[in-house]
């Protein structure tokens, strides 16, 4: 098609009603669809589109892989394409701001869904260490980070800002958002694109949900199927259907601490990590079932290690609802896999069965069985109060798991949360019980005609 004939086709599919038009783009040629590709609004869901109306901050929450970053991109390259020149004949200053450098650039700039992507054939210069896009039109693009409240952006005369993962923003958000931003931007059209995935509500997000002034959209990962890997979607399914984390994280919903919890998804959050450093020492911890098939209860498996600093580490779960054998060989699996110390066991229900399946799976494998003289909640405490001291952090995720940690309560009822049994076990055998260990022993000598001393 002639560029005229693109641009007017690409016209009267953005005006028609989503449904409608895709019936349209499914009768297309591939020649024709390719030549329709630039054409953002085309190929947007409604919920993708800015918000009709005067408003001055927006606000996109969704699912990983929901087409938030998409949506963003397209909205800032559209902003910086029309906005009028100013008075002085300049096109102005932009920003994109992210949790850290890295990912202002990474994903928001060159990501597949970026803004380098999103303004083509405008780009004249992207400069990735110093941060600075600047396009022919002479609009210029500072990609920063909202570490240290934003300071790159301050002083600055920007006409509009994209903020990226909101929910992520950790340390002096405040001083970003009110103060380096709010100030920063102040130029017409004036206009702001707030995206992420939600990670519970507080800081910034709770910020932008409770503000009736922010315009919001909601989008799932379900939503853009279309755009997804199969393959990739199965995984995210598997991995997080289901599960409450699966509502934040699929869903895009704001998920609310349950009060009285030992744990929160913000703390755990902030103490998640990608790779552990060199650790001490590792254990392997089983919360056994004795019973097996659908409805038995699951075998609590869980590793962790600690560093030589006393940090602890979540490092997998390896959960599972089979037989005694099963689990067994599960969690002798993980202890080569992860070269651990030792296995620790809760003996309570299972008493000499735990360590005789152990063995038949390997005879030699260290083992240390533990019995609870507790309620859940109490021998949960000590370990919770390393979490809020900063001592503990997830490497990786761990849906089930943590979910069971963010809903379990003293008084809960928890039918069984032997995830959670197992990880309190693990760092209790390599946090808590290791500061109650004496460095030295005290021992009453009985000299021959003398009182005893200690020595």
């Known amino acids: 098609m002639a560029p005229d004939e693109t641009r007017s086709l690409a016209q009267r599919l953005a005006d028609m009603p989503f449904e409608e038009r895709e ?34 901050t927006w606000y996109i929450r969704g699912g990983r892989g929901s087409g938030k970053t998409r949506a963003a991109a397209e909205f800032l390259a559209e902003m910086i394409r029309t906005a009028p020149r100013l ?84 340390g002096d958000w405040r001083m970003a958002w009110e103060e380096s931003i709010a100030f920063a931007v102040r130029i017409d059209p004036i206009k702001i694109v707030a995206t ?12 932008l949900m409770e503000d009736e002034q922010v315009v919001k959209s909601h989008l799932r990962t379900s939503d853009n199927v279309d755009n997804l890997s199969e393959v990739k979607l ?36 902030r103490l998640r990590i990608d790779q552990a450093p060199e650790l001490k020492r590792v254990v392997v911890a089983i919360d056994p079932a004795v019973t097996s098939g659908e409805r038995a209860d699951e075998t609590g498996i869980i590793v962790a290690g600690v560093d030589a600093s006393g940090v602890g580490y979540v490092l997998a779960d390896f959960s599972c609802r089979v037989s005694p054998d099963g689990w067994a060989r599960r969690a002798v699996r993980a202890y080569r896999e992860f070269s651990a110390d030792r296995i620790v066991a809760e003996v309570n229900n299972g008493g000499d069965l735990v360590e005789r399946v152990i063995r038949t799976v390997d005879a030699n494998v260290p083992y240390r069985a533990v019995r609870a003289s507790r309620g859940k909640a109490v021998r949960a405490g000590p370990v919770s109060a390393l979490y809020e001291q900063s001592k503990v952090h997830h490497v990786g995720s761990f849906p089930e798991l943590e979910d069971q940690m963010c809903t379990f309560t003293p008084d809960s009822g928890h039918p069984s949360p032997d995830r959670l049994d197992a990880a309190v076990w693990a760092l209790t055998h390599l946090m808590v019980d290791s500061r109650r260990r004496p460095r030295f022993q005290v021992f009453t000598v009985q000299l021959r005609g003398r009182p005893p001393f200690v020595r």
């Open 23 to 56: 019936e349209v783009l499914a009768d297309l040629s591939i020649d024709e669809r390719q030549a329709l590709a630039d054409f953002w609004p085309v190929w947007a869901r409604p919920d993708q589109l800015p918000p009709p109306g005067e408003w001055h």
């Open 87 to 170: 008075r002085d004949g300049r096109a102005g200053e932009w920003a994109v701001i992210a949790p850290t450098l890295a990912g202002a650039r990474d994903v928001c700039v060159e990501g597949e869904s970026g803004l380098l992507r999103a303004l083509g054939s405008e780009v004249a210069n992207w400069n990735r260490s110093s941060g600075e896009l600047v396009t022919h039109s002479g609009a210029r693009v500072f990609a920063a980070t909202a570490e240290e409240g934003a300071v790159r952006i301050q002083g600055k005369n920007l006409r509009g800002a994209w903020c990226d993962e909101v929910g992520l923003w950790k």
């Open 196 to 207: 992420g995935t939600p990670k519970g509500n507080l800081g910034l997000v709770a910020h």
């Open 234 to 269: 199965a995984a995210l399914t598997d991995r997080y259907a289901g599960t409450r984390l699966g509502r934040q994280e699929l869903e895009g919903e704001v998920l609310e601490d349950v009060e009285g919890a030992l744990w929160s998804r913000g703390q755990i959050d």
